[in-house]
């Protein structure tokens, strides 16, 4: 099946070394084409999956990536860089609690760490290929200024006719709403039962109720 995508406007600073095609020019703007999701996939659906196509239960599967997520976690608390498969690369971000003015006077107590970096291998970012489309009229980005709950809800409801579940960043990326709005709309949906959900956050999922 083809990924979709849609175009996305560019911010609004110009790059002097990027080239514009003379439609862009003359429109005193330009796009960039992002993949439109088609829902969130769970890692137990992943493991389900590789359970069907292999001989590995699908327990098995899950055991095994609790199993590495410990163990990554424990060594890049350790400062290593770690190696996951052919995928990519993880490490540990560091942050400091305080702006750094001169670094000769800060101690240990000062930073603390702030997340994961996680970096693709080459191999597996090239491994992303095959056939794309441009997405359904229902299915394009749209800039949430111009756009009404009303509207906004049929683009929903015709998105998830099609896919079974939709995340809350998958629809700030349809509708162009930031993360608070986006929510927002959601959670009203939840309570007016127009809308179902799986999960907790942050690997919450909605769906159209059965």
Known sequence: MPAQYDFRKKPSFKDPEQSETAESQENGKSFYPQIVSKGTLSFQELAEQISRASSFKTGDVIGIMTEMERWILHYISQGYHVQVGN??????????????????????????????????????????????ERARKECRFQESRTSTEESRWEKLEAYLKSNPSITRTEYGEMTGLLKSKALRDLQKWVKEKKLGTKGRAPHKIFILPE
């Not at 993880?90 to 006077?105: F, G, H, I, N």
């Not at 997340?115 to 056939?131: E, I, K, L, P």
């Open 87 to 132: 995928i990519g690369f993880a490490s540990a971000r560091l942050e400091a609690k305080r702006m750094v003015t001169d670094p000769s006077k800060r101690n240990a107590q000062s930073v603390e760490f702030a997340g994961v970096n996680f970096r693709a291998s080459r191999t597996f970012s090239n491994g992303c290929s095959g056939q794309i």
